[in-house]
C-alpha cells in the first residue's frame, strides 16, 4: 500500500492551494470519514495520496480536468505496483469523480464518495477560507468584488467582472455542505460551514463599511 512519504515526491514542496499539506489533511478526513463509512480504505487511501497527482497547480495547462490526468496517472502507478485491474480501475474512479467543477462523473462508489467528502471539506471552514484567499492571490484576484446581477442569478461573471474570494464562497463554499455524501462528513462539516458564514458576513460588512 502507498504511504504518505511516497506520495510526497508527486507534489510540489510549496503551493499553498494544492500542496503536500493538502494531501495529508485529506487522507486523515479519508481515514475517519472511511472507517465510519466502513469504505474499503486501501482504495479510499490510495486514492487520496493520487487525487491532485497531476496539474492541479492554477499556473498549469492541465488544471482544468487534472482529476483526468490524476487518475491516468495512477493507473500507471498501479500497474507498476501489480495491482489488479479492478483495484486500479475503482481508485481511477475515486480521483475522476473528486471535482466539484468539471464534474461530468459523480462518485457512485462508497470509496468515491468518501473522497468527495475528504476533499471538500478541506475547502471549507478555517483552512478553506485560507485556501481559496491562496488561490485567489495566485489568479490576481481579489478579496471582494460586488457580484453583478447575473452572477447572483447564474453564477457566471459578466464582461469585465472579476471573480474574487466573494464570488468563490456565492458560488461554490457555501454549497458544499449540502453536496456532500456520507454522513459522516456532513457531521464534520457543519462547524466548518458556520465558521464560512461568519466570516463572509463580516468580509462583506467591513468591506462596505458597515462594520
Known amino acids: 500500500m502507498l504511504t504518505l512519504e511516497q506520495a510526497r515526491a508527486w507534489y510540489p514542496a510549496y503551493d499553498p492551494v494544492h500542496g503536500f499539506d493538502h494531501i495529508e489533511r485529506v487522507y486523515h478526513l479519508c481515514e475517519i470519514i472511511g472507517k465510519a463509512e466502513d469504505a474499503n480504505m486501501?482504495?479510499?487511501?490510495?486514492?487520496?495520496?493520487?487525487?491532485?497527482?497531476?496539474?492541479?497547480?492554477?499556473?498549469?495547462?492541465?488544471?482544468?480536468?487534472?482529476?483526468?490526468?490524476?487518475?491516468?496517472?495512477a493507473g500507471q502507478v498501479l500497474e507498476e505496483l501489480g495491482w489488479l485491474p479492478e483495484c486500479t480501475q475503482a481508485v481511477q474512479h475515486c480521483i475522476r469523480a473528486h471535482r466539484f467543477r468539471h464534474n461530468s462523473e459523480k462518485p457512485?462508489?462508497?470509496?468515491?464518495?468518501v473522497l468527495f467528502d475528504a476533499d471538500k471539506l478541506d475547502v471549507i471552514g478555517a483552512i478553506g477560507i485560507a485556501r481559496t484567499i491562496a488561490?485567489?492571490?495566485?489568479?490576481?484576484?481579489?478579496?471582494?468584488?460586488?457580484?453583478?446581477?447575473?452572477?447572483?442569478?447564474?453564477?457566471?461573471?459578466?464582461?469585465?467582472?472579476?471573480?474574487?474570494?466573494?464570488?468563490?464562497?456565492?458560488?461554490?463554499?457555501?454549497?458544499?455542505?449540502?453536496?456532500?455524501?456520507?454522513?459522516?462528513?456532513?457531521?464534520?462539516?457543519?462547524?466548518?460551514?458556520?465558521?464560512l458564514k461568519l466570516f463572509f458576513s463580516q468580509l462583506v460588512g467591513e468591506m462596505r463599511g458597515e462594520r
Not at 48 to 69: E, T, V
Not at 108 to 113: F, G, M, N, P, R
Not at 144 to 150: D, G, K, L
Not at 166 to 178: G, M
Request: proline residues 3%.
Open 135 to 195: 488561490y485567489a492571490i495566485q489568479a490576481q484576484e481579489p478579496y471582494y468584488t460586488q457580484p453583478s446581477r447575473q452572477f447572483q442569478k447564474t453564477g457566471k461573471t459578466q464582461a469585465g467582472e472579476c471573480h474574487s474570494v466573494y464570488h468563490e464562497y456565492l458560488y461554490k463554499l457555501r454549497n458544499v455542505k449540502e453536496k456532500l455524501y456520507t454522513s459522516t462528513g456532513k457531521r464534520l462539516a457543519e462547524g466548518r460551514h458556520e465558521f
Open 42 to 73: 486501501e482504495i479510499v487511501l490510495t486514492a487520496a495520496l493520487l487525487h491532485d497527482s497531476q496539474g492541479s497547480s492554477p499556473k498549469s495547462s492541465m488544471r482544468y480536468d487534472h482529476n483526468l490526468h490524476s487518475a491516468e496517472f
Open 108 to 113: 457512485s462508489t462508497l470509496e468515491a464518495k
